[in-house]
């Protein structure tokens, strides 16, 4: 079955950076389209980045646009969320998705497949 595990989460200071990955496993990973979404306690889960199934199309909140950096590696069935310059905003539990074919989806409901999560914690 599809799995999707996330790594990298972890406590930071402010305007510091944390390297998220997700990798992939149970599907022909290069023909996905992948996002990452985040939850923040009491708050609903909201859209981070996406990138599609070839990679020459990424996606960003307005919240992170120049501070995070989403890429793949279909060779290692990775998708990789950079973050740099972190705030304590941006404390969250973070999970990336996959949808089939996508083209890169704000929508966190078009995304069958998710992983379980990893916590990032960001101190002022």
């Known amino acids: 079955q599809v799995q999707l595990v996330e790594s990298g989460g972890g406590l930071v200071q402010a305007g510091g950076s944390l390297r998220l990955s997700c990798a992939a496993s149970g599907l022909t990973f290069s023909s996905y389209g992948l996002g990452w979404f985040r939850q923040a306690p009491g708050k609903e889960r909201e859209f981070v980045s996406t990138i599609n199934w070839s990679g020459s199309s990424t996606d960003y909140a307005d919240s992170v646009k120049g501070r995070f950096t989403i890429s793949r590696d279909n060779a290692k069935n990775t998708v990789i969320l950079q973050m740099n310059n972190l705030k304590p905003e941006d404390t969250a539990v973070y999970s990336c998705?996959?949808?089939?074919?996508?083209?890169?989806?704000?929508?966190?409901?078009?995304?069958?497949?998710w992983g379980q999560g990893t916590q990032v914690t960001v101190s002022s």
């Open positions: 998705a996959a949808a089939y074919r996508s083209s890169g989806n704000r929508n966190s409901g078009m995304y069958p497949y």
